[in-house]
């Protein structure tokens, strides 16, 4: 009995993370609408879950001070924004403690597959959302896209770059690795004619570029330099966006690099104009452009603020590291890659549509718990 009460504690983690990742995948989705009471519904749920997993858990009173100070900010920020996100993160950081890491991976593949398969047929069955015409930017000409379900084009190629990145980090068998990189290729190329969306092609490309350099070119690949320039690649992408971002009508070559992104960035230069960040995040009101903000990192700072940006931004640079030291390289990619993807796809905050983001956090709680026990154990 009391077995069975402990594999209960122990699994209903990964119960609460599909949960999430189930919840946040239909959110893009236009055939399979999930009311606002089914969306609070799943999101009860999984805060319940999280919790339970939490309060059954044991952590230094370190680890318990500083994460009372995440879920209190979080949660300020919530009642300002109405943005529910930031807690159910702030949770997850406890709750993946001693998680089994091939569970939370599989937990991720299983929603992503049956969610992208049954919004694929019935969107063919039911020829509801198969086609849009829907122009790159607000100046030009609507453009013959297919998203089979989605709300969008690039949602659609965007859910096939996390499947296949949480695939390919996944333990097993290294059989036939050539040969389903090169698949892989074909279909992200076949994706691409279909949803003509560069971001998603650009993103799996690099990523397929990465890991046949990884497999193939091992030596140069591992080396400590070549793995450092990709770790500090992090911040600098960061850094580089923030400033881009804020400094768009000062600097004349970004409007020549903004055409490849097709607007992103001075996309995100209004919004901040409108939205200037501040300590506990702004409420979005995407009615006010007629563009919806796809810069995941700036969506992020305006949205959650000033704090909690840096917060995020360290689990993502501390989470890297503890990757790096351990010799997770295909999972040095796949962060990597995610931060290039968060330039153009609001992602940067949401660890449910992120693996990379859910990796970092995982390397992040586990290696911080490591480390206060190996402190205890050597003052006493």
């Not at 680890?63 to 009642?79: D, H, K, R, W």
């Not at 959302?129 to 089979?148: A, E, G, L, Q």
Request: net charge positive; hydrophobic share 50%.
């Amino acid at each position: 009995m009391l077995l069975n009460k402990n594999q209960f504690i122990h699994n209903i983690v990964y119960i609460g993370y599909a949960i999430c990742v189930f919840r946040y995948l239909f959110a893009s989705n236009s055939i399979f609408i999930l009311s606002n009471t089914i969306n609070k519904f799943l999101i009860v749920i999984a805060l319940l879950c999280f919790l339970m997993h939490i309060l059954f858990m044991s952590f230094s009173k370190k680890v318990y001070i500083i994460f009372t100070f995440l879920f209190g900010l979080a949660l300020a920020i919530c009642v300002k924004t109405k943005e529910v996100e930031c807690i159910l993160l702030s949770l997850l950081i406890l709750s993946l403690y001693k998680a089994d890491y091939d569970r939370l991976i599989k937990a991720f593949i299983t929603v992503y597959i049956l969610g992208l398969f049954f919004t694929i047929i019935f969107s063919l069955v039911l020829n509801s959302n198969v086609v849009s015409y829907i122009p790159r930017t607000n100046n030009s000409d609507p453009v013959k896209r297919y998203m089979f379900g989605f709300s969008h084009p690039n949602s659609f190629h965007a859910a096939f770059v996390q499947l296949f990145a949480a695939f390919y980090i996944l333990k097993g068998k290294r059989k036939f690795f050539k040969t389903r990189l090169l698949f892989l290729g074909l279909i992200n190329l076949v994706l691409f004619i279909f949803t003509d969306s560069r971001t998603g092609f650009l993103t799996l490309s690099l990523m397929i570029i990465l890991f046949f350099s990884y497999e193939y070119l091992n030596k140069i690949f591992c080396s400590k330099i070549f793995i450092l320039c990709i770790y500090f690649a992090i911040p600098l992408i960061i850094f580089l966006v923030l400033l881009a971002a804020f400094n768009y009508t000062n600097l004349g070559l970004l409007s020549k690099i903004d055409t490849l992104l097709t607007g992103r960035i001075k996309l995100a230069n209004m919004y901040l104009i409108y939205y200037p960040p501040c300590l506990l995040g702004l409420e979005i009101r995407n009615e006010i452009f007629s563009s919806v903000l796809d810069c995941g990192i700036i969506s992020a700072l305006i949205k959650f603020g000033v704090p909690y940006f840096i917060i995020l931004t360290y689990i993502y640079i501390y989470g890297m590291f503890n990757i790096w030291k351990q010799r997770k390289y295909k999972e040095i990619i796949v962060v990597f890659c995610m931060i290039v993807f968060s330039i153009s796809e609001d992602i940067y905050s949401k660890p449910f549509t992120n693996i990379g983001l859910t990796l970092c956090i995982y390397y992040c709680i586990n290696q911080t718990v490591r480390n206060d026990m190996y402190r205890k154990k050597l003052t006493h």
